[in-house]
Each structure stands twice: as C-alpha cells, then as structure tokens.
C-alpha cells in the first residue's frame, strides 16, 4: 500500500512501526550509541564543526542533545522548538566539555525515559536525528538502519506530503526496500527520486542538498517539489553523506 497526503503514516511499503514502548528502547540505545561515539573525545575533535549543523560544534550539538532532555523533564518545552531555545541549551553549557555534558545527560536517562512513557516519545526524534549529524562530523558511521530511522521516515514523509503542492504530479521516493508515492504507485509517478532507504530518511529530515535530490532523480523534474523538502529549515548548500 503507497501512503497519500494525509493517509496513516505507518503504511509505507517496507516501512516498520514502533510503538511508545519501543520507542522509548530505541532512545535509550541510540543514546547509548551516541555516548559511545563522543565520550573521551579530545578537545580538537570536540571543536570540529557539524557540518548539517554548520552554526554548532560536535561539542555544542551535544549540549543541545543533553540540554533538550533537561528541559523536556522540566517542562520547558515551546512547541515550536525555537532557535532561542535551542541556543540558551548550548550557552548554558559552554563550560562543560564532553564527559560533563555526558555525565549529565546519563543523569537524564532515568526520569527522560519515564517523562516519555507518561507524555510520548517526541526525543526519539531529536536524537535519531542528531546522532547522524554527529557520525557526520566524526566520519563514524553507523546506526542507519534502525527502527528509529525507519520511525523518522515514516514520520516525515507524512510532513512531506503535507507540503507537496496539490497541484503537481505524482511524486515518488524509491529505495531499496522502502517506497512511497503522493498518489497511485511509484511505476505511474511523473517524478521518481531512487536512492537508498537511509539517503531518503536523511533527505526527509532535511539533510540532503538539492543538488543530491536532483542526481537521484531518475524520471521528471524535481524542481517543483524541492522547497517541499526544506522541512526544517533551508536545504543544505553542501552535499552530506552522514
């Protein structure tokens, strides 16, 4: 079955659910993997910058990671997810190198994982993403086939067909074992962009460039459909790989 705008995310060919409880299992390793991937970093290596993040360093979008989960457990959480927001996480933190942010984000696990049994499990995206655009910076990869990652997808496809204009053809997303089509099947869609499962969940969260969305197009015009992929802001201006 191919979703449609405003069709039930979870029906994406190949696509893999995840409920609350599961979610919260996916936060904790993805947390866990993130630990293992910045403690002890040397200061150098800290200091490096995000490159899908280009403002932050690997050390500040830590402290953006940790810094989400305090408030969240607080309760200081704008819906919009400001840039105001986002910057105090990491200014207040500007003293802290990695093994003290590590320190207290391990502090947050416990309480975290209960705010999101009782609320939901909203973190799990933060982290999903984050933990990519730290392998990014890094040159470590891994992590990229998970149920989170498959949970990301889904979830912002679903905010992808919000954006499509109603007006434009049928546009579809191919990988290797996850498709998805605006309308009818991928074979009848007048645009085709085929790339792997994982390039299109990163795409989807806005970490790929327009010219990657374009080399991946194999039938029609891209074009039209690109600003519908600027989900979280401008598309990158460089190309990522993480």
């Known amino acids: ?35 293992a991937l910045v403690a002890g970093l040397p200061p150098e290596r800290a200091a490096i910058t995000v490159p899908s993040c280009p403002d932050w360093t690997v050390r500040d979008l ?34 802290r190198d990695v093994d003290a942010l590590v320190t207290e984000w391990q502090a947050l696990t416990g309480p975290l994982r209960a705010w999101m049994a009782e609320h939901g499990t909203r973190p799990l995206g933060d982290v999903t993403i984050h933990e990519q655009d730290l392998r990014g910076a890094l040159g470590e990869p891994g992590g990229q086939d998970t149920p989170a990652m498959a949970a990301m997808r889904e979830r912002f496809v679903g905010r992808l067909a919000s954006r499509l204009d109603p007006g434009l053809a049928p546009l579809a997303l191919v990988g290797q074992r996850w498709s998805w089509c605006s309308a009818g099947d991928p074979p009848d869609a007048a645009v085709e962009i085929r790339a792997s499962d994982f390039d299109l969940a990163r795409a989807l969260v806005t970490r790929r460039s327009a010219a990657q969305l374009r080399s991946w197009t194999t039938r029609g015009d891209v074009e039209p459909y690109l600003d519908a992929f600027a989900i979280l802001g401008a598309l990158p201006s460089r190309d990522l790989s993480e």
Not at 67 to 78: Q, T, W
């Open 62 to 95: 830590l402290s953006h990671m940790v810094g989400l989960g305090a408030d969240v457990v607080a309760g200081n959480e704008p819906d919009d997810h400001n840039e105001a927001w986002t910057a105090q996480q990491v200014e207040q933190r500007r003293d």
């Open 1 to 35: 079955m191919w979703i449609r705008p405003g069709a039930e995310v979870g029906h994406v060919a190949g696509s893999r659910s995840v409920d609350d409880e599961d979610a919260i299992a996916e936060w904790t390793r993805a947390q866990e993997r993130v630990i």
